[in-house]
């Protein structure tokens, strides 16, 4: 079974409006990541967040860590319509391994 | 990403027939990753690399086999395929001393 699960599976919002994605995971992680995937292409890499961290920011993102309740958000403020594509939370284990499970996604559409 | 490189990128085989995907970077990393996506269930981890010779089993590695005989390559083979295995496949890479992973463009494979 997958070791994230994003929620809501799929977001329909407005140009301008913030954007809210949830992960949850089941065991303990040495970081969080978070991807992008435009329809149907590889996936890119959008920010990394360390167990030991709470809070990142990287431009119009914001990427939260709870790993008491094993758990993730994604904030997308002022979204814009080249915002639409699918967002992944993957999750590194500890150990030195890179290895990543990657959650179902959330498909976000951004209307103009 | 340029610097993950798939191919085919796109292919149609019949049942039964061995296929092989191949995967090549120019990255340096030495560890290298299969995944399969299907609608709605994200990404799921075939198998992985972390040297040369190194191979190690994912979340569904039954059905393929891989190939690392250099740094540079990781080759997915299907010796037998079957219409199950028709989706969309994605390479990936990452380092030692980082957890990003890079994506190759996919192959998407039809099994008839």
């Not at chain 1, 954007?19 to 991807?35: F, G, P, V």
């Not at chain 1, 860590?65 to 915002?83: H, M």
């Not at chain 1, 999750?91 to 976000?108: D, H, P, V």
């Amino acid at each position: 079974s997958q070791q994230g699960e994003e929620d809501p599976q799929a977001l329909s919002i407005q140009e301008g409006e913030n954007a809210t994605m949830n992960c949850s995971y089941k065991t303990s992680i040495n970081n969080l990541q978070w991807y992008r995937q435009n329809s149907g292409r590889g996936l890119v890499h959008l920010i990394l967040i360390r167990s030991n961290e709470r809070e990142k920011h990287s431009g119009r993102l914001r990427v939260t860590l709870d790993t008491s309740k094993k758990s993730s958000s994604l904030l997308i403020t002022a979204s814009r319509a080249a915002d639409t594509a699918s967002y992944f939370c993957a999750t590194g284990f500890s150990g030195g391994y890179n290895k990543l499970i990657f959650g179902a996604g959330t498909r976000l559409a951004v209307h103009p | 990403d340029a610097d993950v490189t798939q191919t085919p990128r796109n292919r149609i085989t019949k049942t039964g027939k061995r296929i092989m995907l191949e995967c090549s970077q120019t990255k340096g990393h030495d560890r290298m990753y299969w995944y399969r996506q299907d609608p709605g269930l994200g990404l799921r981890l075939i198998y992985y690399s972390f040297d040369v010779k190194d191979i190690n089993k994912g979340e569904i590695s039954d059905g393929y086999s891989v190939s690392r005989q250099a740094q540079a390559k990781f080759s997915l083979s299907l010796e037998s395929a079957i219409p199950n295995q028709t989706a969309l496949y994605f390479c990936a890479t990452s380092d030692q001393g980082s957890a990003q992973a890079f994506f190759g463009q996919g192959t998407r494979l039809t099994v008839v």
